[in-house]
């Protein structure tokens, strides 16, 4: 809350007359709105910008060398679980890229736990350094025909929009139950009419899509070609180029972000884990490929930021003038985007900030349910009557998924492996303690010649998902998985070779973020030691269960065609 003090002292302040809390000297500073660059200080007083294009004093002072200073960036679309580490751990990866605001939806962790992973989020929210928005999780579970750990109807996310954190409600992932008018989902969008409800409508066009948007929902991030996106835009959709550890849709995008659409298109992640982060960076990794790519340079940081503030109704932020809030990142070159300081809310990031934060309990350390398994379990027997066998097939970079058939040997242990033709077995084991299903079929484009890969991150009701090449590596890896509570696993000859714990509702590390992007190169070595192909195979390996994302998954229930939504035959 402003108080009369506050507010008459940074008008005092904006004017020169009396020193501010915090001065950053000699910086050119860029308008987002106009594409002018100008040597300037910017004062600030609180948590807001009080004047520029002056010379002032202040209380501290940080020399800006003549560095360039842009507007905090907007990351508007992401589930900080799949980061793999804690929201505190989040805050201190990726604040330092000029990462300002993050708009989360803990979807994961509530298909895991419910109302009470909501809560944890929102704990934590309150005590980042960084600003932490919450999209209220709109589909858990995502559909009807996977086991998930948890339910939430319009009567359990009631309670928190009120948080001062809450924005909205979070991406509409069961588009079929939106348009079949599905009774819990009209109850949702109902109760957020006049908010904000966000999108996810992968491949939806035509009389489908104007349906969709007919309730009134704003924006989408799942937009894979530039035509896409241009008709999702003349619909009046905001596009959110995506840029994850998986879904990797800028090449595609790029050419939709100009002068003319800049103001309606904003970046997100959806997701990037720290290992990537590391290798590439976090929303100035994008920017930095836009522009290289001859995207208008300023067009690019509007999307970043004003853009990005105005879709989602952040008021305060987004530019760099008096009056709005001092999210601030300083800048060695605009065309490379690298970050060299960081101001939020007023404050330089420094260690201090992520150690006066006050600790949040962690919560889900007992959600890992599943039974131990044998490789028994992995047989899959033949459907009568078919000569060939469906098969999942996988591309690199896109969640996505796609149909291929292959024709399998039989034995007496069933379906086999084909190695030569890379189509490998793939399994999801529920973990929830509900009903033991496991669901068995074929996945192609991993490349693994031998070993298994065990993951208990899998899109969106996190149950255990499997890749192998036998059936005792997977029962090896999903074994140790279990022993865990969560996480990664690869086996190989009867061993596991690599893990990484994920101990917090199986989906988060409690160890500092440096901690894990070592475990995930030593997990990425031991994929590759398997012939892996697939950059990110643990990421690609946990959206194999997604079935709102076309055109085939496997959940616990089985194998799942999304075109059909329903299950194949």
Known sequence: MTTAATLTRMIMVGQGKEPADLVIKNVRLLDVITGAVTSTDIAIVGDRIVGTHASYEGKTVID???????????????????????????????????????????????NVLGAEGIRYFLGCAEQTVMDIRVNLSSCVPATGFETSGAALEIADLEPFRSHPKVIGLAEMM????????????????????????????PLLRGTALNGYLAAAIRTDHEATSAAEAREKLSKGMAILIREGSVSKDLKALAEVLDGNTSSFVALCTDDRNPLDIAEEGHLDSSI??????????????????????????????????????????????????????????????????????????????????????????????????????????????????????????????????DLAADVLKVAVIERHGKNGNIGRGFVRGFGLKRGAIASSVGHDSHNITVIGATDADMAVAVNRLIELRGGFVVADGGKVTAELALPIAGLMSPKPFEEVTHDLHHLRDAAYALDCVLPEPFLQVAFLALPVIPHLKMTDRGLFDVDKFDFVD
């Open 288 to 417: 930095r490929r836009l522009i290289a790519m001859g995207r208008p340079l300023h067009h690019v940081y509007r999307a970043a930021s004003h853009s990005a503030a105005r879709i989602f109704g952040l008021r305060d932020r987004g530019l760099l003038a008096s009056g709005w809030r001092a999210d601030i990142a300083l800048l060695d070159s605009l065309e490379d985007c690298r970050v060299s300081d960081v101001v939020t809310g007023g404050r330089l990031v420094v260690p201090a900030l992520f150690e006066a934060r006050q600790p949040v309990e962690s919560v889900g350390l007992s959600s890992m349910k599943a039974k131990p398994v044998s490789a028994d379990d992995f047989i899959a027997q033949p459907k009568p009557g078919r000569n060939s066998t469906p098969v999942i097939g996988v591309k690199p970079g896109l969640i996505l998924t796609f149909r291929d058939e292959a024709t399998l040997e039989v034995t007496e242990a069933g379906l086999q492996p």
């Open 64 to 110: 800006g060398g003549g560095r360039f200073a842009v507007p905090g960036f907007i990351d508007t679309h992401l589930h900080i679980e799949s980061s793999l580490v804690t929201p505190f751990e989040f805050d201190r990866c990726v604040l330092p890229h000029g990462v300002t605001t993050v708009i989360c939806d803990p979807h994961e962790i509530a």
């Open 174 to 201: 069961n588009f079929p139950g939106v348009l079949n008018a599905d009774p819990g989902i009209i109850a949702k969008l109902v109760a957020f009419q006049g908010g904000h409800i966000d999108g996810h409508a």
